[in-house]
């Protein structure tokens, strides 16, 4: 069993910054990918951003050049770093492990950005 623990969500005001953080613990291949998704209210979720245990990232074209994801494989843990925050980033932020064809979400975090 795996479980993912985000933490860092909040209020932030627009051209703002927050950083993400989710640990991974249970069973967890060393080889796996972990990502972030976000759900923002009466929309699907959505990717933000993702990273494969050797550190090759892709992210989504409305995040890009913006947010940074990053990860400590020791830790087991990854990491978002969410910079010039637009009201249109607001949603809950879901951590997400991919591993062994199987796929694991974390609670979500709420991060909202308005003034």
């Known amino acids: 069993q795996v479980q993912l623990v985000e933490s860092g969500g909040g209020l932030v005001q627009p051209g703002g910054s927050l950083r993400l953080s989710c640990a991974a613990s249970?069973?967890?291949?060393?080889?796996?990918?972990m990502g972030w998704y976000r759900q923002a209210p009466g929309k699907q979720r959505e990717l933000v951003a993702t990273?494969?245990?050797?550190?090759?990232?892709h992210y989504a074209d409305s995040v890009k050049g913006r947010v940074t994801i990053s990860r400590d494989n020791a830790k087991n843990t990854v990491y978002l770093q969410m910079n010039s925050l637009k009201p249109e980033d607001t949603a809950v932020y879901y951590c997400?492990?991919?591993?062994?064809?199987?796929?694991?979400w974390g609670q979500g975090t709420q991060v909202t950005v308005s003034s």
């Open positions: 997400n492990l991919l591993s062994l064809g199987k796929m694991f």
């Open positions: 249970g069973s967890i291949f060393s080889i796996n990918v």
């Open positions: 990273i494969i245990s050797g550190g090759t990232t």
